[in-house]
T-cell receptor
């Protein structure tokens, strides 16, 4: 059973471009969480999704950020018009249900130049 | 608002020492608590999950305890090895959509 997969592992974008980060949960997991780790800070929750539904996006910046988890395919975290402050490691986690152990992917390290 | 604190931020010990990593949280109404390990530039590896009804969990040389009422958890590492060198993160699930609140981690260095 493959673990949580994220791609790309490293992404470089210029200011103003769009960044798309993909996350494939573990087989059988229908719950996906996105977290962001800024330099010298802890991981912060961004958004929680189930298939085709956003359950909790209380940690997402109100502008430029969006997330989806379609019926088919990976979950996508999209950042429009990136700025230098978006440079961080973005981690995806999946679980089989509410309250269960979360399993993390290797992360996508976004660098905005 | 739940806050998770891990002190100290860094720890260096000689190989073979038994050690305890501390985690404290402000709101005792938690659903569970997880300990993770993160190697530099890597993702998170789940070490132990303790449900709120449990007092401790063990896996190999690792033992995690939970005292909900005092808002504390400890991760005990027996007979430390250089391969244990990593950052150890504590995270609390308050049950509100299972989003985890993380501490900033303790960076452990085990000297040969």
């Amino acid at each position: 059973n493959a673990g949580v997969m994220q791609n790309p592992r490293h992404l470089v974008r210029r200011r103003g471009q769009e960044a798309r980060l993909r996350c494939s949960p573990m087989k059988g997991h229908s719950h996906v969480y996105w977290y962001r780790q800024l330099p010298e800070e802890g991981l912060k929750f961004m958004v929680y999704l189930q298939k085709e539904n956003i359950i909790d996006e209380s940690g997402m910046p109100k502008e430029r950020f969006s997330a989806e988890f379609p019926k088919e395919g990976p979950s996508i975290l999209r950042i429009q018009q990136v700025v230098r402050g978006d440079s961080a490691a973005y981690f995806c986690a999946s679980s089989p249900g509410w309250g269960n152990e979360q399993y993390f992917g290797p992360g996508t390290r976004l660098t905005v130049t | 608002k739940q806050e998770v604190t891990q002190i100290p931020a860094a720890l260096s010990v000689p190989e073979g020492e038994n050690l305890v990593l501390n985690c404290s949280f402000t709101d005792s109404a938690i659903y569970n608590l997880q300990w993770f390990r993160q190697d530099p530039g890597k993702g998170l590896t789940s070490l132990l999950l303790i449900q709120s009804s449990q007092r401790e969990q063990t896996s190999g040389r690792l033992n995690a305890s939970l005292d909900k009422s005092s808002g504390r958890s400890t991760l005990y590492i027996a007979a430390s090895q250089p391969g244990d060198s990593a950052t150890y993160l504590c995270a609390v699930d308050t049950g509100a959509n299972s989003k985890l609140t993380f501490g900033k981690g303790i960076t452990l260095s085990v000297r040969p």
